[in-house]
């Protein structure tokens, strides 16, 4: 059973950083893609980031262009666990943080797209003050 835990969510002011963590258990995770999204109060769940796996030390990465040169996504397959790191927050990055990971994919490839990924975390919430 494959089981994705998010945590690090919180309530910071604007201008801060929060980290982000995703557990995930089940299985291996070293070959594959993993993603962070995110849902705003009335708003439809969006893209935040993505990393490729790569069976060395190099990945490839993608980011939403609103959290670009703010947010970092990495990742520790010792340790099953993907990160996003949260810089310079703003009031607008407030929502519910979701992991998913992508099975299947190829090396060195990522995916925007909801439905490529095939399990997701029940979120953590992160709210930003201004």
């Known amino acids: 059973q494959v089981q994705l835990v998010e945590s690090g969510g919180g309530l910071v002011q604007a201008g801060g950083s929060l980290r982000l963590s995703c557990a995930a258990s089940g299985r291996t995770f070293s070959n594959v893609a993993m993603g962070w999204f995110r849902q705003a109060p009335g708003k439809e769940r969006e893209f935040v980031a993505a990393?490729?796996?790569?069976?060395?030390?190099?990945?490839?990465?993608d980011y939403a262009d609103s959290v670009k040169g703010r947010f970092t996504i990495s990742r520790d397959n010792a340790k099953n666990t993907l990160y996003l790191q949260m810089n310079s927050l703003k009031p607008e990055d407030t929502a519910v943080y979701y992991c998913?990971?992508?099975?299947?994919?190829?090396?060195?490839?990522?995916?925007?797209?909801?439905?490529?990924?095939?399990?997701w975390g029940q979120g953590t919430q992160v709210t930003v003050s201004s």
């Open positions: 998913a990971a992508d099975f299947g994919v190829r090396r060195y490839v990522t995916s925007r797209r909801l439905n490529e990924y095939d399990y």
């Open positions: 990393i490729s796996w790569s069976g060395g030390s190099l990945y490839y990465t």
